[in-house]
């Protein structure tokens, strides 16, 4: 068993420390909720995407500091991506924190999401780690209904 510390790796730290994109947008086109009731994360995200590109994006959430981190280490990575890259970057970063050893992080791919590698060590950290993602995924498809990670 690795040390939990290892998890916090400097990039975690500084994103939850000052999350990007933590706002919330006046007109939103898509938005929805994620909720990890194991860990007791939280967020809120609003997409303002126009044709195919997601031009603003901002969250609201509460919760450990891999689960905000995340959410922001999300926001950044899908500003200004269309739909289809986005949802490609949430497979590359569900496989990189789920997925086994036959499915390593393509460092090219994920950047700086790359700082969430070792979750996969820690299983019940995975849904920390992954909440933001769904609640893209859930946004991007219009799905009113609230996201859970159970
Ligand atoms: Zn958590």
Redesign the pocket.
Known sequence: MADLTELYQQTIVEHNRSPRNFKTLDHPTHQAQGD?P????QITLQLTVDGDVIREVGFQGS??A??QASASLMTSAVLGKSAGEAERLFRAFHDMVAGGADAPADPAVLGKLAAFSGVKQFPA?V??AN?AWHTLHAALQADRNPISTE
């Open positions: 990890n194991l860990c007791g994360d919760g450990c891999i689960s950290r849904k920390c909440l």
